[in-house]
């Protein structure tokens, strides 16, 4: 499987297991239909192995650990069972490693598909697949989206309480003791109503970059500040796709464009026009193929030289040719320092639709003078970046 794509569940019973070259930790979390836990009853990890439909395996270290999906025993409301996997040593990050998640008939052991994540690099917690309800049909979906902080921004981000345990803490009573670095799920006392979600509290703040690589999902934002100081540099935003699995070649146009504070359009940069607002934004110019590692389009700004009508910029991709975002494999924007080359912002786009653009992701000024990026992965029905002016507006 690739990133984003999905296929029907022929049976009802499922196991998941994911092997990598280093011990994991495997979970599972049954979210409703607004992505969240009911309560952290919801969470299936090797402290809490069982839960309604849903039952986690520890190999031991020797084998996988499993994740086994009864969707017939699955209770109404729950629409999606993500299963996720973390290291198991503290700190450890999925650079060099590639885990890989295969689906099997829980019955006869068969295999029914299998993905391995691309391009890991400073994650150190995955979502890999999902196995989700859709039209009353029961499908599983390769995903592949990596956190910065493990296991607990994994569980966080789906409503779940966590909190890591203090190193004096005892170690659990079980004849194998879990290591004292894994994540603890606690539920909040229960208030005079019956409790319903162990939810996790609201956000202190925005996301930024001080804990380095952001890995975003759709709609999710990010504060481009490190160490207190808005990034106002050179960046790239580069963007990159494949030709799906057996493919023709795929001629993809990335452009962008750039809007005033009342969502008036200014410039676009694309192909055709390589540098705008006084060279502050300039265009790497056309690839034809999608062939090839590495970045098929990258798009400079200049941060600190954008006139300051510049309020908005919006990161597009579209197909001349009029080949649709289903032939399209792997595609994402990430955002680089210029200077030094580190990849601050990646975005994989883990869907697709029978469309021919798509609105990848959008960087606003704001009153503070700092830029927020936010991911979107929209898709619009346009060949052309002159299509693109108006829907893209829209998304600002």
């Not at 676009?268 to 060279?279: A, D, E, Q, T």
């Not at 034809?288 to 908005?312: F, H, Y």
């Amino acid at each position: 499987m690739t990133p984003g794509s999905n296929i029907p569940l022929p049976v009802a019973r499922v196991t998941v297991d994911v092997t990598a070259p280093v011990r994991l930790d495997v979970s599972s979390l049954l979210l409703t239909a607004d992505g969240k836990v009911r309560s952290d009853e919801d969470f299936i990890f090797f402290n809490q192995p069982t839960g309604p439909g849903v039952t986690y395996r520890s190999g031991g270290g020797t084998s996988p650990d499993t994740i086994t999906v009864d969707t017939a025993a699955v209770p109404p409301g729950i629409e999606k069972i993500v299963v996720t996997a973390s290291p198991d040593a503290a700190g450890q990050t999925f650079q060099g490693i590639e885990p890989t998640a295969t689906i099997r008939n829980a019955d006869d052991n068969s295999v029914l598909a299998s993905f391995t994540p691309p391009q890991l690099g400073s994650e150190t917690a995955l979502v890999i697949v999902e196995v989700y309800l859709r039209n009353g049909v029961w499908k599983a979906r390769a995903v592949g989206q990596g956190y910065s902080n493990g296991l607990a921004g994994i569980a966080t981000d789906f409503g779940v309480s966590v909190e890591e345990p203090a190193p004096a803490a005892a170690q659990p009573a079980a004849p194998t003791p879990a290591p004292a670095a894994r994540t603890q799920v606690t539920t909040p006392p229960p208030p005079a109503a019956p409790p319903t979600a162990a939810a996790a509290p609201p956000s202190s703040g925005k996301i930024n970059l001080d804990k380095g690589r952001v890995s975003l999902q759709k709609n999710q934002t990010v504060s481009l500040v490190k160490g207190g100081r808005p990034l106002l540099s050179q960046v790239k935003m580069g963007l990159g796709w494949e030709p799906a699995f057996r493919g023709k070649d795929i001629d993809l146009d990335a452009s962008v464009i750039a809007y005033g504070p009342q969502r008036n359009h200014i410039d676009s940069c694309y192909f055709g026009k390589l540098s705008i607002v006084n060279g502050a934004i300039k265009h790497s110019g056309d690839n034809l193929t999608g062939e090839g590692g590495g970045d098929d389009e990258v798009i400079v700004v200049d941060l600190g030289r954008l006139p300051q009508e510049v309020t908005g910029l919006v990161f597009t991709v579209n197909s001349f040719s009029g080949q649709k975002f289903t032939e399209v494999a792997k595609a994402y924007c990430r955002l680089i320092d210029a200077a030094s080359g580190e990849e601050l912002v990646r975005f994989d786009l883990t869907s697709a639709e029978a469309q021919t653009g798509v609105i990848m992701a959008k960087l606003i000024k704001q009153f503070s003078g700092e830029w927020e990026m936010t991911a979107l992965g929209d898709f619009v029905k346009s060949r052309t970046v002159r299509g693109m002016v108006k829907p893209a507006a829209q998304s600002l």
